[in-house]
C-alpha cells in the first residue's frame, strides 16, 4: 500500500482542503429553516464577488455540465444560430450538447494550442448583417490544452461590430483561479461549478447571469423544469431553493469563498500564474514542450505537456501513479497518449508544486522518456525570482529561454 498522502495533480477535481472538509462534517439542517435561509444568503452573497457580479448567481445540484445545459435551455431556441470556437475538448462537447437541443452551431475550427481568436471572431460577426447569430460560446480555460481564451478581447470584439449576441462563458476549470469579471466583460451566462477553483467535490454547477440574459429567458421557446432560472430566482431571494438543495456542499462552499476572500482574489490569481510559470520553468529545463503555443493564453490552472515522439503519456502517467501515487491528467480525445496534464490549482502552493514536478521528473526517469535533468531545481528558480506578492495577477510573467524546438501537436 502506498503511504503518505496521495498528490492529486489533474486539473479538476482539485483536492479539497481541510478546513472545507470540517465545514462539511455537519448534520444536515432543515432546508425550509431560518438558519438555512442564512446559510443561503451568504453563500449567494459570496458567489457574486467570486464570480464579479452585482446580478444573480445560480447554484443548481450538478455538475458542470448541468450548468452548461442551463445556460443552453433558458437562453436559447430550437433552430437558433450560435458561434463557438474548437479550442479543444471541452468546447467540442458544449457544441454537441447544443447541437442536442436543436441548436444550428458555426464552429470556427481550431488547432487545439490556441485560445479563441478575437478577431475572427469580430470577423464573423461582422458578416452576419441580419444577426442570426443569437450567443456568441466561449470556454474560457480549455481543461483538456491549458489554454486560456481572451474574454475581454472577445467582448471588444462583439461590441466593435455592433453585434447583439449574447455572450456565454465556461469558466468551469477558470473561477477562482483565473481572474474573471463577469460584469465588466459583459458576459450574460457565466457557467462554472465546484470541484476546480472553488475547491470542493463535485456537485454544484453555477449560472451568473445578466439581465439582458434574464429577459432572453423569458422569451425563448426551449422547455426545461429542472434549469429553470426564474424558479430558483423566486426562493433565491429569501435564501431557499425550489427543490432539495446540497446542503453540505453549501456548507463547504461558504467556507471556500471564505478562504478566497482571506487570501484576497487578486493575490489568489497571482499565486496560480506564479506557480504555473514554474511549471513552464521545469517542462522547458526538461527540454519538453508546452501545448500552448501563445504565451498570453498560458493557463494559470494546469500545463499541458507533449510527449516526445514514440513515447505515450498514458504509460508514463502510469508509471508515476504506480511508483510515486501521483496523478496526472490525461490527453484527451485527440490528445489522448499524446500529452499529460500538471494541475496547480486550487490548495496549491510553492512546496506541494515542487513535490508535484519532482514526482514528474523522477517519473520522466522512470519510465525511460528523454528529458534533461535539473527541471526542479528550474522551478525553484522561477519560484525565488517571483516571490510571493499581492501585485495584480495581470502582470507580464517573464518566461524561461526554450530548450525543445516546437512540434506538432
Known sequence: MPQGRHFLQIPGPSPVPDRVLRAMDMPVIDHRSSEFAELGKTVFDGCQKIFKTNGPVIIFPSSGTGAWEAAIVNTLSPGDKVLMVETGHFATLWRQMAARWGIEVDFMPGDWRHGANPGAIQARLAQDATHAIKAVMVVHNETSTGVTSRIGDIRAAIDSVGHPALLLVDTISSLGSVDYRHDEWKVDVTVSCSQKGFMLPPGLGFNAISEKARAAAKTNRMPRSYWDWEEMLKPNAAGFFPYTPATNLLYGLREAIAMLLEEGLDAVFARHQRLAAATRAAVAHW??????????????????????????????????????????????????????????????????????????EMGLSAAGVPHRAGGVEAAMKSLEERPQSNSPSHLKVVEPDRVADHRDG
Open 287 to 360: 527540454g519538453l514542450e508546452v501545448l500552448c503555443l501563445e504565451p498570453a493564453e498560458y493557463s494559470p490552472v494546469l500545463t499541458a505537456v507533449l510527449m516526445p515522439p514514440g513515447h505515450d503519456a498514458d504509460k508514463f502517467r502510469k508509471t508515476v501513479l504506480d511508483t510515486y501515487n501521483m496523478s496526472l491528467g490525461s490527453g484527451l480525445s485527440k490528445l489522448a497518449g499524446k500529452v499529460f496534464r500538471i494541475g496547480h490549482l486550487g490548495e496549491c502552493n510553492e512546496l506541494t508544486l515542487i513535490g508535484a514536478l519532482s514526482g514528474v
